[in-house]
């Protein structure tokens, strides 16, 4: 999509799930705002629907881009209770998370419908964050890279290279987020490998590795730095520490810190 989206950018993304009315959203995106961004890496903030137009207020100038946390894959209709990615980008959203876990586990979200979500961001100048990630139970029997591959290919299969390189994936395994859980850099880096090796099925180049993909799960000031020390990790997708500016901004840091790569 966008021509100035760069390939693998770092970033670090904030998930605010359903936190913060639109007055403590405000708060938080002003104490973002006078943080600043740190070098080379990207922020987003995705707050919930009715902040987003008081968010984006507060933070034009700032460079803290603005996303969504949803979206529906029509552009309008009659579909009581959902907003469009038409919607998103009219109030100043540039990214949408697409296929969360706590959507594809708790509202029954399949492959397919991920698919097309991703397909509607697209449609709708979005850059989709499409969440993957294995159960514990999918991990302990031994399925991670099954799943995972599924995932990617349930998503990416069927869209042209171009559309491809116009999104962003986070690898969130399901039995880390929210639990103060955190994979280990070992886990993170295999499964972020798997996802590159899934990629270069899909497009003519080498979309494995031109793809920024995010860890996801118990990610805070403590261990982002371990993480984004891998090479394969080019970010984070934040959800609990994000809420607080200070830790999400500790987090930003950390990914700025990290060591230019040669690619
Ligand atoms: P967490 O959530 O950081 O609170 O584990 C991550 C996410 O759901 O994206």
Same mark, same amino acid.
């Given at each position: 999509?966008?021509?100035?989206?760069?390939?693998?950018?770092?970033?670090?993304?904030?998930?605010?799930?359903?936190?913060?009315?639109?007055?403590?959203?405000?708060?938080?995106?002003?104490?973002?705002?006078?943080?600043?961004?740190?070098?080379?890496?990207?922020?987003?903030?995705?707050?919930?629907?009715?902040?987003?137009?008081?968010?984006?207020?507060?933070?034009?100038?700032?460079?803290?881009?603005?996303?969504?946390?949803?979206?529906?894959?029509?552009?309008?209709?009659?579909?009581?209770?959902?907003?469009?990615?038409?919607?998103?980008?009219?109030?100043?959203?540039?990214?949408?998370?697409?296929?969360?876990?706590?959507?594809?586990?708790?509202?029954?979200?399949?492959?397919?419908?991920?698919?097309?979500?991703?397909?509607?961001?697209?449609?709708?100048?979005?850059?989709?964050?499409?969440?993957?990630?294995?159960?514990?139970?999918?991990?302990?029997?031994?399925?991670?890279?099954?799943?995972?591959?599924?995932? %990617? &290919?349930?998503?990416? /299969? +069927?869209? !042209?290279?171009?559309?491809?390189? =116009?999104?962003?994936? #986070?690898? $969130?395994? *399901?039995?880390?987020?929210?639990?103060?859980?955190?994979?280990?850099?070992?886990?993170?880096?295999?499964?972020?490998?798997?996802?590159?090796?899934?990629?270069?099925?899909?497009?003519?180049?080498?979309?494995?590795?031109? %793809? &920024?993909?995010?860890? /996801? +799960?118990? !990610?805070?000031?403590?261990?982002? =730095?371990?993480?984004? #020390?891998? $090479?394969? *990790?080019?970010?984070?997708?934040?959800?609990?520490?994000?809420?607080?500016?200070?830790?999400?901004?500790?987090?930003?840091?950390?990914?700025?810190?990290?060591?230019?790569?040669?690619?």
């Amino acid at each position: 999509m966008s021509a100035s989206w760069p390939r693998r950018p770092r970033l670090v993304a904030g998930n605010w799930k359903m936190n913060k009315t639109a007055t403590e959203a405000i708060a938080t995106a002003r104490a973002l705002k006078d943080a600043g961004v740190p070098a080379d890496t990207a922020m987003l903030v995705c707050p919930p629907f009715p902040a987003l137009l008081p968010v984006r207020d507060v933070l034009e100038g700032s460079g803290i881009l603005l996303g969504a946390q949803n979206l529906h894959t029509e552009p309008h209709g009659a579909f009581t209770g959902e907003v469009s990615g038409a919607m998103l980008t009219a109030v100043g959203c540039r990214m949408v998370i697409v296929g969360h876990s706590e959507r594809r586990h708790g509202m029954g979200e399949d492959d397919a419908l991920v698919a097309r979500k991703l397909r509607a961001a697209l449609r709708d100048q979005l850059i989709p964050i499409v969440c993957v990630g294995e159960t514990l139970a999918e991990r302990e029997s031994g399925e991670t890279e099954a799943v995972l591959t599924r995932q %990617i &290919a349930a998503a990416f /299969g +069927g869209l !042209v290279a171009e559309s491809a390189r =116009g999104t962003v994936i #986070a690898y $969130e395994p *399901v039995w880390a987020i929210g639990t103060g859980r955190v994979a280990s850099t070992e886990q993170a880096r295999d499964a972020h490998r798997v996802i590159r090796a899934a990629l270069d099925q899909h497009g003519e180049g080498r979309l494995g590795n031109e %793809i &920024a993909i995010l860890y /996801g +799960g118990s !990610v805070n000031a403590g261990n982002a =730095g371990a993480l984004f #020390a891998e $090479e394969d *990790v080019d970010g984070a997708l934040v959800g609990g520490a994000s809420l607080d500016p200070q830790g999400f901004g500790a987090i930003a840091a950390a990914a700025s810190g990290k060591q230019a790569r040669a690619r």
